[in-house]
């Protein structure tokens, strides 16, 4: 009793505010019975006082020996706390290693330790220790979060803690092998396509016929089968093929010589058989996959064939192949189907707007000039948009010509006009061109791109619209005017022909084209030249056209005079704050293709634009659309060029050379290989 009465057990009660709200509570509680006790009787009163005594020294012993238990709890879960969290720094598998301030390690985990195969570390700076590791710190120190690294043959997600100076590593080779083999195993499908086949059989017997298809059939079972591939025959010129990612990265560094294999061997069979493949991978979707697998092979038929694309849905695109030049095999039929759609939508239309690319030439400003009077002899009004301000000479010399026809010139508007007189039924016509970026109004594209019409032979690139109304794209032709040409023996014959200015601004555009008539010119380009020829193309104003003005001509041979050749290449680049006409570079290309010994040539040149332009030409044996296509431009397999911005122009030539040091080392492997 003595006990429950002093003063340190009191004090005890009272310095715990939780223990100390109980005891006044019990406290005043017992004392409110003691006072309604004795005022009803005093006997009573000391029988409750007894009882209120034994209660309250009973409580609040337990409650003392409660906070008490309690403690001893806390204090032994503060130490298992503590002790656990010593044993996970310890034992857990994340690395740790502790810096001081001069970059010496201070200590590192068990785990840690691993990796430096028990060697003593601790006290040593990082770089002594191992400089990639240092490297690695300091690198993280500036990075916001968790990053992937590699490191000692393993891959850690890697974090700097820069404020503690700590290091953490997680080692996740393990689970990175498993993204990296279910990478490895998602599916890609391709479709298989014999560019040429149905043209090929005509006129040969059924048993050569049945002999060429066993032959490209077993080649192609062959190559699946030594690719670990599923392949099958979904059509006489048609193949499906199957397989895991790891065989596509197999495929993409052997470039696909399944491409020669079949070309040379049916080439020596006097049956020469090219394929298009289009390869689609990375989607979970087979419906999806199987459309993007059909849109690249559309890509690789549009680029003239011969040529596989590897590409995922909304990715960049990688060609292979490619190099020869594509094979005719355009026929009258197709001209005339075409002919007819686009009489079809002409009368559908209430008026036609048709433009070319920037920097006109021959070749756009006649096809524009061609699909007019294609209009009117379907009685549709038809606009040429026309926005240059610095023609090059023989542009300007047919603008001059045009001002003597009238009704020519007042079909002649910019693209302000156009946009002002657009409506939504009217038809745009892209002639020479596809591509929005290079069109001379991408505004009237913009506005008219669900009401569009795509006439070009240069091969499709990545960037094509995505729903004209009708596509007609013939790599193998020689030029757009070509095309056009072929458009009008389907015309109604009541309507006016062309007239001496169209059919001589169109034959113009093909002889340009054609050097004339010396590159990519085959019977239906004489044909066509002929049509033209009969129509009233007068052969002394196609001079006339074609002749250089004297400062562009001085400027030509100063580029060819700076012309570097070497191994078959011929580089020329112009002086960096010198301007020079991008017709005039492309003439310069065009001429060292004559010097013996050349088999492409590349012209880097400052543009009026304050890009820097390279015009890129091949005699056939080198592919410049790819290395074009690699510096962001494109063209054919032996005209292309690429426009540059905020580089200079030695730099270009440098990336330049790079690049085409980089191919021919390729080339060179693959011949190893081979």
């Not at 290693?97 to 985990?109: A, G, P, Y």
């Not at 590593?169 to 083999?181: F, G, P, Q, T």
């Not at 040409?485 to 309507?495: A, C, D, L, S, V």
């Not at 011929?570 to 570079?585: M, N």
Request: one cysteine or more.
């Amino acid at each position: 009793m003595r006990e429950f009465f002093s003063r340190e057990n009191w004090l005890f009660y009272l310095k715990h505010p939780a223990v100390r709200w109980n005891v006044y509570y019990l406290l005043c509680m017992t004392v409110v019975s003691l006072v309604l006790a004795f005022m009803f009787n005093w006997v009573v009163g000391l029988v409750v006082l007894v009882l209120a005594l034994i209660g309250s020294t009973i409580s609040l012993r337990r409650l003392r020996q409660l906070v008490n238990d309690t403690h001893e709890y806390l204090k032994h879960l503060t130490y298992q706390i503590q002790h656990g969290q010593q044993e996970a720094l310890l034992e857990m598998p994340v690395g740790m290693i502790m810096l001081n301030n001069r970059n010496e390690i201070e200590w590192i985990n068990p785990y840690m330790a691993r990796y430096f195969k028990l060697e003593q570390v601790v006290g040593k700076p990082v770089t002594s220790v191992d400089d990639q590791l240092a490297k690695l710190i300091d690198t993280g120190r500036s990075h916001q979060g968790p990053r992937i690294v590699t490191w000692r043959g393993h891959q850690f997600e890697f974090l700097v803690q820069k404020r503690y100076r700590v290091a953490y590593l997680l080692d996740i080779s393990k689970y990175a092998a498993v993204e990296r083999r279910y990478r490895q195993e998602q599916i890609f499908l391709g479709n298989i396509y014999l560019d040429n086949y149905d043209e090929l059989i005509q006129g040969m017997s059924d048993t050569d016929v049945s002999n060429l298809h066993n032959y490209v059939t077993s080649e192609i079972s062959k190559w699946a089968s030594d690719n670990h591939l599923l392949m099958k025959i979904i059509d006489d010129d048609n193949y499906l093929i199957i397989g895991h990612q790891s065989s596509l990265e197999e495929l993409e560094k052997k470039k696909f010589k399944i491409l020669d294999v079949i070309r040379q061997s049916t080439s020596q069979r006097n049956s020469p058989v090219t394929l298009s493949v289009g390869i689609a991978y990375a989607e979970n979707d087979l419906i999806k996959l199987a459309d993007t697998a059909q849109n690249n092979l559309d890509l690789a038929l549009g680029r003239g064939g011969d040529q596989v694309v590897v590409r995922a849905k909304d990715q960049p695109a990688r060609f292979y192949g490619g190099k020869t030049n594509p094979m005719e095999k355009r026929t009258r039929v197709r001209a005339r189907m075409i002919s007819q759609a686009l009489q079809e939508l002409i009368n559908q239309a209430d008026q036609l707007f048709v433009m070319g690319h920037h920097n006109p030439d021959m070749d756009s400003l006649g096809a524009c000039l061609g699909i007019r009077r294609i209009a009117e002899m379907n009685g549709k009004e038809c606009w040429i948009v026309v926005d240059d301000e610095h023609p090059h000479a023989d542009i300007q010399r047919l603008m001059n010509e045009i001002d003597n026809y009238q009704t020519i010139k007042d079909h002649i508007i910019t693209p302000d006009e156009a946009l002002e007189k657009a409506t939504d039924n009217s038809l745009l016509v892209m002639v020479d061109h596809a591509k929005r970026s290079i069109t001379i109004s991408p505004e009237l594209y913009d506005k008219l791109q669900n009401r569009l019409v795509i006439i070009d032979h240069h091969r499709r690139g990545e960037e094509f619209p995505e729903n004209p109304l009708l596509v007609y794209i013939e790599p193998y032709a020689s030029s757009t005017c070509e095309l056009i040409t072929e458009m009008f023996e389907y015309q109604p014959r009541e309507g006016k022909g062309l007239n001496k200015l169209e059919a001589t601004t169109m034959l113009t555009g093909i002889q340009i084209d054609t050097k004339s008539f010396t590159k990519s010119a085959g019977t239906r380009t004489f044909d066509a030249a002929s049509y033209l020829r009969s129509a009233g193309a007068d052969g002394m104003m196609i001079q006339s056209f074609m002749k250089e003005d004297p400062q562009s001509f001085m400027d030509r041979n100063h580029l060819i005079s700076r012309a570097i050749i070497n191994d078959q290449i011929a580089i020329c680049a112009g002086e960096d704050d010198r301007v020079y006409d991008s017709v005039t570079a492309a003439q310069a290309a065009d001429m060292l293709l004559q010097v013996e010994g050349v088999e492409a040539s590349f012209v880097i040149t400052r543009r009026a634009d304050g890009k820097v332009g390279v015009s890129a030409r091949s005699a056939g044996d080198v592919n410049v659309q790819i290395i074009m296509e690699q510096m962001g431009g494109g063209g054919h397999l032996a005209n292309a060029a690429t426009q540059i911005a905020d580089r200079t122009v030695d730099e270009v030539k440098k990336e330049l050379i790079d690049l085409l040091a980089k191919t021919d080392d390729n080339s060179s492997q693959e011949d190893e290989e081979e």
